[in-house]
């Protein structure tokens, strides 16, 4: 007898999935998502970030607390972004499209 041999009736629908992938959500709700995480970490109004706010020009925000932003979305929306990825961000935007493109973390 084994585990494999399950009732699987439903599996189609997808409804045995429990965690979404980023992509599932849309970019407006990463971005709002984002900017409610910078707005608190860098004690400034949400108003104040716009998709083509240039993260490091603009922001009072250095590499180091962008990776710890990464890792704080990584975990929300369970994914991995690989390092090279956020080597390359340098708007608000780059980070909203490199979330809703991450793949999603397995967690077997």
Do not use: C, W
Not at 15 to 34: G, H, N, R, W, Y
Not at 37 to 44: A, G, N
């Amino acid at each position: 007898m084994t585990a494999s041999k399950k009732n699987t009736k439903g599996n189609a629908d997808g409804a045995d999935k429990q965690v979404q992938p980023a992509m599932s959500f849309k970019k407006e709700d990463i971005f709002d998502t984002l900017t409610d995480m910078l707005s608190e970490l860098l004690d400034m109004p949400k108003s104040d970030f716009k998709m083509d706010t240039a993260i490091f020009e603009e922001l009072p925000l250095d590499s180091l607390q962008l990776y710890e932003l990464v890792v704080d979305l990584e975990s929300k929306y369970a994914l991995r972004i690989p390092d090279e990825a956020i080597e390359k961000v340098s708007t608000i935007e780059d980070v909203v499209e490199m979330v809703h493109g991450a793949k999603e973390t397995s967690h077997s």
